[in-house]
């Protein structure tokens, strides 16, 4: 515990909410998009069942995933950030906690935008009944929010700053 500076979590948090962010959209990206290929950013508008729709849908999910790129590299911008500052408690509960509550506030407005709102594409657009997989994306998204939120009030209490941590 330290007495001679304030502590801020803040910059630790913003950093794993952007990595957050960013990883989760590349696990949608990764193993919805090309893994298991359920959906496209745009296969609820533009059904990929022919070269020129599979080339557009293919367009836009690499804008997807420039997108999420820039998110990770921001985070990690601002994670090198926090890391170089005395007064940023090195907590792996709050790291971890941001990571779970940028993965979760991707799921969850991912999923009100582009599924429920624009309709540009649901979870998987193979099954015949699409919303029970919709429920399930934002219902997941909301599991992460609630547990990045209990990581991240758990680390208050690290107090290990620059200089005190373990090597």
């Not at 500076?5 to 990764?30: E, K, N, Q, S, Y």
Request: zero cysteines; a neutral charge.
């Amino acid at each position: 515990m330290t007495d001679s500076i304030t502590l801020h979590r803040a910059p630790l948090v913003a950093a794993g909410l952007l990595l957050g962010a960013g990883l989760g959209g590349f696990v949608d990206g990764i193993v919805l998009h090309q893994i298991l290929q359920w959906h496209n950013m745009l296969s609820n508008q533009l059904p990929p069942d022919n070269l020129i729709n599979a080339k557009v849908n293919m367009y836009w999910d690499g804008v997807f995933h420039a997108a999420v790129w820039v998110l990770t590299a921001v985070g990690l911008r601002l994670l090198w950030a926090a890391g170089s500052r005395a007064d940023v408690p090195w907590s792996g509960r709050t790291l971890g906690g941001g990571l779970l509550l940028g993965w979760g506030l991707f799921n969850v407005v991912e999923g009100l935008i582009d599924h429920a709102l624009l309709g540009l594409h649901h979870v998987n657009e193979y099954a015949a009944d699409k919303l029970p997989w919709d429920m399930a994306f934002l219902g997941f998204g909301a599991l992460l929010l609630l547990a990045g939120y209990g990581l991240v009030r758990a680390g208050r209490h690290d107090t290990a700053v620059r200089g005190t941590r373990r090597t």
